[in-house]
């Protein structure tokens, strides 16, 4: 069978609308954009808030809070890459489901490194599950929940450490899930206790569901996008693909080999180019899954002005699904100070697109603009 051949300016152009960056979504639509890009990275909540603001039209400046703390329609919890995500609670089950499938915390590697055994593991994961039945804890009442549950007061400062290391197994098997702070202090709980969900999928049945998700809005991609995404090697990740079966099919994109769903590849090959820009957050979900072929979405050799150090992912400046520059903003007071910086000159239409979008930023923050351009 021949290869099916595209171009970067066809997958770009079919990833916009996949990714609600061509047209915005009605504000009713908000729980569908979420799990249409495979939720919203959530390392800092106020990305998160913009990554959805970029997405939907006319989104209310509370409308994330209330649907993770009032109407519990988004669920908080550590998922893929360990990284924290909020995810529609409704796909909860399947989305646990693969995290079930993480097996990098059970090696013997990882024990050494944290100074623990698989016993000792098993033992606070069965505790940390206990402790969060029907209860909202803080860190610190966790720890000592688990502590007296377990009888070692190490387990309680195991879950004391930053970074949540021992606080991602039992997110990952489902046992865990973030609940409303109180005061300035995070809070825990059992997704059980907190939403409601469908049971827990089949992890082979939950990881073909995943694996389709992040085609549906990533394709085409290669099996080293879809690992470093997911948070696995290659290896596993071309198994999980080749899983689909008949509803994947490989295409080449300008040389490099990759993967779509099959029902998606004749709109890429006529996919129409269409005018977008968008001021994307830092961790957009369009720019992380961009990283290994940012290249080709670049004007330049700006890759390391977007992917920055320790895993930042700068704010982007995204023209027609090309990442043209980066952005910042900070709240002054009743001011919004909105700094663009462009890579290269930009077309008058694109400078003025920027600018609405700008204005838009400064009305759902609630600030007066004061926009400034570097060139």
């Not at 069978?1 to 639509?29: D, G, K, S, Y």
Request: aromatic share 10%; glycine share 6%; proline share 6%.
């Amino acid at each position: 069978m021949t290869t099916v051949q595209l171009t970067w300016e066809q997958a770009i152009a079919w990833r916009l609308p996949r990714q609600h960056l061509l047209a915005r979504a009605p504000r009713e639509a908000m729980l569908e954009v979420v799990g249409d890009i495979c939720g919203l990275h959530a390392q800092l909540m106020s990305s998160a808030e913009l990554a959805l603001w970029a997405r939907v039209e006319n989104l209310e400046p509370d409308a994330v809070p209330k649907a993770l703390w009032t109407d519990r329609t988004l669920v908080k919890m550590w998922a893929m890459r360990g990284t924290l995500h909020l995810l529609p609670s409704a796909e909860f089950g399947f989305w646990q489901g693969a995290l079930s499938t993480y097996r990098h915390y059970l090696l013997p590697v990882w024990f050494r490194a944290f100074g623990i055994t698989r016993e000792e593991l098993e033992q606070l994961v069965t505790a940390v599950a206990k402790a969060l039945d029907n209860r909202l804890l803080t860190r610190d009442e966790l720890a000592d929940e688990v502590a007296r549950l377990t009888g070692s007061n190490k387990d309680g400062e195991r879950l004391r450490q930053n970074w949540g290391v021992f606080l991602k197994p039992p997110s990952f098997r489902g046992d865990l899930c973030f609940a409303p702070i109180s005061g300035q202090k995070v809070r825990f709980t059992h997704p059980a206790t907190w939403i409601n969900h469908s049971e827990h999928a089949d992890p082979s049945t939950a990881m073909r569901a995943v694996t389709r998700h992040y085609l549906g809005s990533n394709g085409p991609a290669t099996r080293e996008d879809f690992a470093r995404w997911w948070g696995m090697s290659p290896a596993p990740a071309g198994r999980a693909i080749a899983a689909l079966g008949t509803e994947v099919v490989q295409v080449e994109i300008e040389g490099t080999k990759a993967y779509a769903l099959a029902e998606h590849v004749s709109d890429m090959q006529r996919a129409p180019e269409g005018r977008s820009v968008r001021l994307l957050p830092a961790f957009d979900q369009y720019v992380v899954g961009a990283w290994r072929g940012c290249e080709q979405q670049l004007p330049g050799p700006y890759r390391d002005r977007i992917y920055r150090p320790a895993a930042w992912i700068s704010p982007v400046l995204l023209i027609n699904g090309r990442m043209d520059g980066v952005w910042r903003h900070e709240r002054k007071g009743r001011r919004l100070l909105v700094s663009i910086e462009p890579f290269v000159q930009i077309p008058k239409w694109a400078k003025e697109a920027a600018e609405r979008e700008a204005e838009r930023l400064a009305s759902f923050t609630g600030g007066a603009l004061e926009l400034a351009w570097s060139f």
